[in-house]
């Protein structure tokens, strides 16, 4: 479209912003001037200043799901509301039933936005019809295609040696949803009838794919067709072609054919481009075929229908006067398609939301003051952690940055690796590191449960020995939550798999513990696998009898100035409020969830220091009721917690208050704390282990990293969602 756009006023200066998905990026032509790493927001903040410096008239945003970073691709949403100048966005995909964070999303789209283009009617009334969005305001636009002739395929077949062939084609990134089994199925039919048939696959495999799955699918359609017994008769083009070499293989093909599985594909460029180059398509009735296919312009069969596919293939290449109908009708209606054509559409669309934005200005600066501003957290660095893990798991302990291999391994930290493996997989870190840690310390905890006593193994030596007949209840309870994390968050099916098996035959064993921060921790795991398996009775039995222990726990300890489950405040303790912050919330009993956050505000107090920053229960002797609270050793554990309670809590209730008290907490890692010292190291990616009365301990261990990783790691996946840290209260989305 840029280019479209250039060629057609040659006087306009186009720029592009692109997006990177992968560490390095990529070799761009001149025009792009600006790159987004995809999950780092401050780099869609910056984006948007270089954009607003550089004086631009009109920005134009090629929205689709998946491309952008942050929860269902939220961080565009930064880079949005910082803009200056007029919003045109280009939907290339309307959801018919989207879920709370896609709706979020395409409500903030359409807000930002001065203008919206979609390629298809469907698309325009759905987004009046479900988003609600001002019919005005709305712009159809098909999608472009390149100014071909309409030319006999025999032109083009000598140069792919198919001459004297009736060639298929279908063409596109190839992943499982483009259902080219359904064609291979097909085809014994038609070669019965038309021996001199060969259909031509032509396009890479997508590279979301790939990184999942490798060849996987190729090579299932490979095996397909020696079953088939028609291998002589497909041809698997297994590369990215160029717009002119795209053209010829178009103009070779007799036949376009677009299988596809999924209804709700509101825009295929790839079926476009064939219509307008005057291709007779036998398409699956999703959205853009249904629509721009009727009144025959192509012929649609029913989804995964290979005899169908065969019917209506054998009937087009037996009537030849129905077939060059087709394709002239195509070709006709495709005149409109065309790229020139296109820009001007586009051109106008320009010059509207120019007008809109002139008659109805923005503010002329979007500068704002520091508490307005989205929190620029440290980067994550996993340097430090990988430093501390071998095959076998998470090392215990540190001296300085160095493992100390003679403390070996225990589940608590493995538990944690686990959890940190899914969140970062979340915030799209590199997919191979972030296997590599899950498959770990996955195989850690499966190594570390004992199926005779149904418990878990704690401490590993290094040389590969438990030292542990049982565990502690707060490492079983830690194993749970990680298990419990895998099933509901991870998206692998076989770490669910895995983590579901064990979480079934770790689960009875929490009914017999005493500890409530073992109930805590399980109970904040089965909150995590009942994201996935809602329906699981049993295990939603065991969150109620939980539930009601930690409540009755709190009645019998609890007075008018002691808002606790214990007469000592110790260790992790925000998480016997989170879990009642999250159960209560997904079980809509107000009683547990205020209970939760009546709770957590009392120990947010308690945690206070008298000059605002956050002070956890030091762990040189804790605080008893009515005696003197420990205010050193300070424990990142502790900061971790909080942070992830107050987040907790943020996500039950929506105010923003809770958001700033988890902010804080994070900030003692970074030096808002009693002595003023960073314990993160940002040279490392390590944590300190703790915060002494004079000093930081400089050892950093695992369970104190972890800390700062997963506090980070929820911080970032917090602030994707919100998208800024102080407006998102006030935000219209």
Not at 48 to 54: G, H, K, M, V
Not at 137 to 145: A, E, F, N, R, V
Not at 227 to 235: D, L, M, P, R
Not at 347 to 361: H, N, Q
Request: aromatic share 10%; glycine share 6%; charged share 20%.
């Amino acid at each position: 479209m840029l280019a479209a756009v250039q060629a057609a006023h040659p006087q306009t200066q186009c720029i592009a912003v692109s997006v990177n998905d992968l560490p390095g990026g990529y070799e761009y032509p001149e025009v792009v001037r600006f790159e987004i790493e995809e999950q780092d927001l401050s780099s869609y903040l910056r984006a948007a200043d270089f954009l607003n410096i550089s004086n631009v008239d009109v920005v134009c945003l090629q929205h689709e799901f998946g491309i952008f970073g942050g929860p269902v691709g939220s961080h565009i949403l930064a880079l949005l509301r910082e803009l200056r100048m007029p919003i045109v966005t280009t939907l290339h995909t309307v959801l018919l039933n989207p879920n709370a964070d896609q709706r979020r999303v395409m409500d903030g789209l359409i807000s930002l936005s001065t203008r919206l283009v979609v390629m298809a009617d469907r698309g325009r009334q759905m987004l009046q019809d479900i988003y609600h969005a001002p019919p005005a305001k709305i712009d159809l636009i098909p999608h472009g295609i390149p100014d071909v002739g309409f030319v006999d395929p025999t032109y083009f077949k000598d140069q792919f040696d198919v001459e004297g062939k009736v060639v298929l084609l279908t063409f596109g990134l190839l992943s499982p949803n483009k259902g080219i089994e359904h064609v291979l199925n097909a085809l014994p039919q038609i070669l019965a009838e038309f021996p001199e048939v060969v259909y031509i696959v032509l396009g890479a495999t997508h590279p979301n794919e790939l990184r999942e799955h490798g060849e996987a699918y190729r090579l299932s359609l490979e095996i397909l067709a020696k079953k088939n017994k028609i291998e002589k008769s497909v041809i698997f083009y297994n590369q990215f072609v160029d717009i002119e070499n795209l053209k010829e293989f178009i103009g070779a093909a007799d036949l376009y054919i677009t299988p596809y599985l999924n209804e709700a594909q509101i825009t295929s460029g790839t079926l476009a481009y064939a219509f307008g180059a005057g291709k007779a398509v036998v398409s699956t009735p999703y959205w853009h075929a249904a629509e721009l296919l009727a009144d025959d312009r192509g012929v649609l069969v029913p989804f995964a229908d290979s005899a169908a596919m065969a019917r209506e293939v054998i009937a087009l290449l037996r009537d030849d006067t129905r077939r060059h109908a087709i394709r002239k009708n195509a070709y006709r209606i495709g005149r409109d398609m065309i790229w020139s054509n296109v820009a001007q559409m586009y051109m106008r669309s320009f010059e509207a939301s120019r007008l809109e934005v002139a008659a109805k200005p923005r503010k002329s600066l979007a500068i704002k003051t520091l508490d307005r501003k989205p929190r620029e957290l440290p980067r994550m660095n996993l340097t430090h952690l990988a430093r501390m893990t071998d095959s076998t798991g998470v090392f215990q302990h540190a001296i300085f940055t160095i493992p100390n291999f003679s403390e070996g391994y225990c589940t608590d930290d493995n538990a944690r690796a686990l959890i940190l493996s899914v969140l970062l997989g979340e915030l799209g870190e590199d997919p191979s590191t972030v296997r590599s840690l899950a498959t770990t310390s996955a195989a850690f905890l499966q190594h570390g449960f004992d199926p005779r006593t149904q418990r878990f193994h704690n401490h590993l030596s290094f040389d590969r020995r438990w030292l542990d007949e049982l565990g502690s209840e707060d490492s079983h309870g830690r194993a749970l939550w990680a298990l419990g994390t895998a099933v509901g968050r991870s998206p692998f099916r076989s770490f669910q798999m895995m983590a579901g098996q064990l979480f079934a035959l770790a689960l009875p064993a929490l009914n017999g513990f005493s500890s409530p921060r073992a109930w805590a921790f399980g109970l904040i795991g089965i909150h995590e696998y009942l994201r996935r398996l809602g329906g699981d009775s049993l295990v939603n039995q065991i969150r109620e009898a939980l539930v009601s222990r930690l409540m009755e726990l709190f009645d019998a300890a609890s007075t008018p100035d002691w808002h606790w489950f214990e007469e000592e405040l110790s260790y992790d303790n925000a998480k016997l409020a989170h879990a009642l912050i999250a159960s209560g919330h997904a079980t809509t009993q107000p009683a547990v969830l205020n209970r939760g956050l009546q709770v957590l505000r009392w120990l947010i107090d308690v945690q206070m220091s008298e000059k605002g920053h956050f002070r956890p229960i030091g762990s040189n002797g804790f605080y008893r009721r009515g005696g003197q609270r420990a205010n050193f050793d300070q424990q990142p554990v502790e900061a971790h917690a909080t942070v992830s309670a107050c987040l907790e809590a943020y996500r039950a209730t929506g105010d923003i208050w809770w958001y700033d008290h988890a902010q804080r907490a994070f900030d003692w890692f970074i030096g808002w704390n009693d002595l003023g010292l960073e314990l993160y190291s940002p040279e490392t990616g390590g944590c300190r282990d703790g915060l002494h009365v004079d000093r930081v301990n400089g050892n950093q261990g695992a369970e104190s990293t972890l800390a700062f990783l997963l506090s980070l790691a929820e911080l970032q996946l917090a602030q994707n969602t919100l998208t800024s840290f102080k407006e998102t209260a006030a935000a219209v989305l």
